[in-house]
């Protein structure tokens, strides 16, 4: 579902996925949707009136979630099939895979930066992977539970998971250290989402509530009810002043943060004027700390808008069903399709770089009007639907020879595993025949 709130709410449903959608996240420029399902594809959805998406195939379980790289350039995908797998998205081609995981992957996140991604799997553990390299660097194990979800903070020096065991850890990924450890929900956590500014981290529990942590306190400092069930999504608006959570209940809830991020700015800029080297700590050096232990209890503020919530289901907001053309089309495929009035064909590319330097606002109409002079699809020498067929048809060959590479390789992984085994066995051997 795409809500527009202005000038009316108005519901626009993308229907395509034959299974319940795990996953949704906008590109960075806002021109691309990526989604994830239990039919094991994922989908790329141009968000116009028209419902353009191209399917991606490759996983062989339910996938359960979909990240962009900063730049618009990767998406990673997270799945039951203990898979991760990047994808390319000027070409929509399958990249690579990254197998470490031991059992289903339920969340995996580019950094900032887009060098690193962070896995979270039922099998208790956090991986972090090079995407240079396309290695494990390093792994965080918990005894207790495992990680629904995880992300970066915005600098990308620390990582959240939010736990099955009612817990939500922040890890330093510079000197591999728990930095901080909250227990304030009474059920599982589903999910998190960081402040822009770095200083707060958003939780939403199936206990119902969503919670606020201070990170540069280390404390927690508002309980949100709106709720009448677990809350499964939660995310801030890219300049913080929102945030919207969605939850068992069917409602999507849209919040009005009341910390200012005019504050964290002035406070990180008067703690960073620094007169001589021997001034004293400030927060940005203990950042982010604990509580001192004689520090008196600071109450929490509850906040519960159950009768404040404007319900706009009562108002009964029009949806309008948007039907998938069900295509593995390509870019190049997309831009054949004319635009509607109005609509700007650049926003058809997903990187700004692959525009032609006549591509802009004044131009449109022009190319509009030279593209209604291309031959119909009756005056083809081969029909549309051929040549997307055939489209589809490579790309699925692509991916079952990049899926026999990935198994060729995980084979000679076995046979020089096995092979070790057998060595280490024939030097007990010799050992023990030794000693008798």
Not at 401 to 409: K, P
């Amino acid at each position: 579902m795409l809500w527009n709130l202005k000038p009316q709410a108005r519901a626009y449903r993308y229907v395509g996925h034959k299974d319940v959608v795990t996953s949704v996240q906008f590109s960075p420029h806002g021109n691309f949707l990526a989604s994830a399902s239990r039919d094991r594809t994922v989908r790329l959805w141009i968000p116009d009136k028209r419902g353009k998406s191209s399917e991606f195939k490759a996983h062989t379980a339910p996938v359960r979630s979909v990240d962009f790289s900063a730049d618009g350039q990767f998406l990673v995908t997270a799945s039951e099939d203990k898979s991760i797998k990047v994808w390319n998205m000027n070409r929509q081609r399958f990249l690579y895979s990254l197998y470490r995981h031991t059992h289903w992957v339920r969340c995996a996140k580019f950094s900032p930066d887009g060098r690193l991604i962070v896995s979270c799997s039922e099998d208790k553990t956090v991986k972090i992977w090079d995407t240079t390299n396309k290695q494990c660097v390093n792994n965080f194990s918990d005894s207790v539970g495992f990680a629904n979800y995880v992300d970066f903070n915005p600098n990308g020096t620390c990582i959240a998971a939010a736990g099955s065991d009612h817990t939500v850890k922040i890890w330093d990924i510079r000197v591999n250290k728990l930095l901080q450890h909250y227990q304030v929900h009474s059920g599982g956590v589903n999910c998190i989402s960081f402040h822009p500014s770095g200083n707060y981290l958003l939780t939403a529990s199936s206990d119902g509530t969503l919670k606020i942590l201070d990170l540069l306190e280390g404390r927690l400092i508002y309980t949100l009810q709106g709720h009448t069930g677990p809350v499964f999504s939660v995310t801030f608006s890219k300049s913080g002043e929102m945030f919207s959570s969605g939850g068992a209940d069917t409602q999507v809830l849209l919040w009005r943060t009341n910390f200012d991020t005019l504050h964290c700015k002035d406070l990180n800029k008067r703690n960073l004027k620094r007169l001589h080297f021997d001034s004293p700590p400030h927060l940005l050096d203990i950042y982010p700390r604990t509580p001192h232990p004689h520090a008196g209890k600071i109450e929490t503020i509850e906040i519960n808008p159950k009768l404040e919530v404007i319900d706009l289901q009562i108002s009964s907001p029009p949806v309008v069903d948007i039907f998938s053309f069900d295509s593995t089309t390509r870019t190049e495929t997309t831009v054949r399709t004319l635009p509607d009035k109005g609509e700007e064909i650049c926003g058809y590319f997903s990187n700004p770089s692959l525009m032609s330097p006549e591509c802009s606002p004044t131009t449109v109409k022009k190319k509009a009007e030279d593209m209604s002079d291309l031959p119909s699809e009756s005056q083809r020498s081969v029909p549309l639907a051929v040549t997307d067929a055939l489209e589809h048809i490579m790309e699925q060959l692509h991916v079952l020879t990049q899926t026999v590479s990935i198994l060729e390789q995980r084979l000679t992984l076995t046979e020089d595993k096995l092979k070790d085994c057998l060595e280490n066995q024939q030097k007990l051997f010799g050992a023990v025949q030794q000693k008798s």
